[in-house]
């Protein structure tokens, strides 16, 4: 019998682990970590690797320029949006439970005070251009499924096909480890032979990534956006936190930015992106404010379930170029990829759960 690897036992399996190690640790409001200014402009992206920092060279060249901070997270977040090799946003996206991509995204303008979101997104790879478009273009903040398909139709963009086939695979090895409750995969006799298990070799990948991009221009201006494809295999028309303000994303021209990746239900019942902001208008760094938040949800969820470790990562800035982000993962410390004046750079952050950093 095959072992049923559901979202439930994924996430316990990675954060019991780390649930006695939380319960050690102080979860007042300490503000741990580091409080690092860099100069403005500045921009940032939750995305560490490649593909991240390539797009930051994107939205440098921008703001370097003297452009505006809304126009270097949509052209840097297009970057992501587009690498197939990223199951996590845009293009190459890990689909929901019938094998459909559905993305959600959301962009937000300090200047104007104007918001636009997408959701449950099919076959557009740039969602952050059409939630730019939702902002611009309308008195609206968000549509979803075929109204924001229609409108992305009407302002010229193309219909494609965005799952991969990296990702089709991922698909069909989750399709056939759903549970032995089911009828996919080799007639129960055959299962774990080798070779009837050749074709969809090894467990699936189970993601929750999203990439958030942050930025103060040389106006002062701020501005983000967060993009992504949501949970793998999620309940068709599931909507995550990230086109939804407040949740995934938010700007406030006086303070800073703020947006979240991970578990995106735990993030909508918290406002936590709406909540870090609040947190640095209070005067607390931006690593501080994200250390907040998580604290903040865990308390919540310790009342119900003391060995529930919900897992979020949060990154910050604010409009003085400080920078922050904290994780609840059971393991590492929080990068992300920056550009400013001074090159290109990383930033480390917290590790909420092990208090390394
Ligand atoms: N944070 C992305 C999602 O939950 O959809």
Not at 2 to 23: D, E, I, P, T, Y
Not at 65 to 94: C, F, H, M, Q, W
Not at 102 to 130: C, F, H, W
Not at 239 to 259: K, R
Request: with cysteine.
């Amino acid at each position: 019998m095959r072992s049923a690897l559901s979202r439930r036992n994924f996430f316990h399996h990675s954060f019991g682990l780390a649930a006695g190690g939380v319960l050690l640790r102080n979860l007042g409001l300490t503000g741990r970590g580091p409080a690092i200014g860099r100069s403005t402009p500045l921009i940032v992206t939750s995305h560490p690797n490649a593909t991240g920092r390539r797009a930051m060279e994107v939205g440098w060249e921008i703001l370097a320029a003297g452009g505006r901070a809304i126009d270097a997270v949509e052209k840097a977040t297009n970057v992501i949006e587009v690498d197939p090799e990223d199951t996590s946003v845009g293009y190459g996206g890990l689909p929901n439970e019938d094998g459909v991509v559905q993305l959600d995204a959301s962009i937000m303008d300090g200047r104007t005070y104007n918001a636009g979101a997408v959701a449950s997104l099919e076959n557009i790879k740039t969602p952050s251009s059409v939630a730019r478009l939702v902002m611009d273009r309308t008195d609206h903040v968000m549509l979803v499924g075929p109204g924001a398909l229609e409108f992305a139709r009407s302002f010229g963009f193309q219909e494609e096909n965005l799952l991969t086939e990296k990702g089709r695979l991922e698909w069909l090895k989750w399709r056939e480890n759903r549970g032995p409750d089911d009828d996919w995969g080799p007639a129960d006799h055959l299962r774990g032979l080798p070779e009837t298990e050749a074709g969809l070799p090894g467990p699936p990948t189970h993601e929750h990534g999203t990439v958030n991009v942050l930025a103060v221009d040389s106006y002062g201006d701020v501005a983000g956006i967060t993009s992504t494809s949501g949970l793998s295999w999620k309940v068709p028309g599931r909507i995550g936190d990230s086109p939804i303000i407040g949740a995934g994303l938010y700007v406030d021209n006086e303070v800073g930015a703020a947006g979240a990746t991970g578990r995106g239900e735990d993030v909508i019942k918290s406002c936590a992106s709406y909540y870090i902001v609040l947190r640095m208008r209070d005067g607390r760094s931006p690593q501080q404010a994200c250390e907040d938040a998580l604290a903040m949800i865990r308390e919540k969820y310790a009342r119900v379930n003391p060995a529930f470790m919900p897992g979020e990562k949060f990154v910050a800035i604010n409009k003085n170029g400080e920078i922050g982000a904290a994780w609840s993962y059971s393991g590492g410390r929080p990068t992300m990829s920056v550009r400013s004046a001074a090159g290109p750079d990383v930033f480390t952050g917290v590790n909420f759960v092990t208090g390394e950093g």
